[in-house]
């Protein structure tokens, strides 16, 4: 599935992946390739992005706030206060602040 985290300032992240986690206002949740179609409000947390390939850990200075995972390198993580999540047909589009 396609994944897009977009801020206010500029796409932060914009890739296929396996998987997304996410911190939803009634507990965390998952999304796998052909998940149903959501729209949710997310909370302040850090959303998991389970990519396929460490290609993905090349990062330049706009994209400084996405870590990779100290235990796992194929996970990068991002920290949010707040957003927005939909998603259709296999795109995830995160909206966040």
């Given at each position: ?11 932060l992240f914009?890739s296929e992946v396996d998987?997304?986690v ?12 052909n998940?149903a179609?959501i729209v ?6 850090t959303v998991?992005?389970?990519t396929?390939?460490q290609?993905?850990l090349?990062f330049?200075e706009l ?10 390198d194929?996970?990068?993580?991002l ?5 927005t ?10 909206l966040?602040?």
């Amino acid at each position: 599935m396609y994944l897009e985290i977009v801020s206010p300032e500029a796409t932060l992240f914009s890739s296929e992946v396996d998987s997304v986690v996410v911190p939803g206002v009634n507990g965390e949740f998952e999304m796998l390739k052909n998940h149903a179609p959501i729209v949710s409000l997310l909370k302040e947390g850090t959303v998991r992005i389970h990519t396929h390939t460490q290609s993905h850990l090349v990062f330049d200075e706009l994209h400084a706030e996405i870590h990779p995972h100290k235990d796992n390198d194929k996970i990068l993580l991002l920290k949010i206060k707040s957003g927005t999540i939909e998603m259709k047909d296999n795109k995830v589009i995160i909206l966040a602040d």
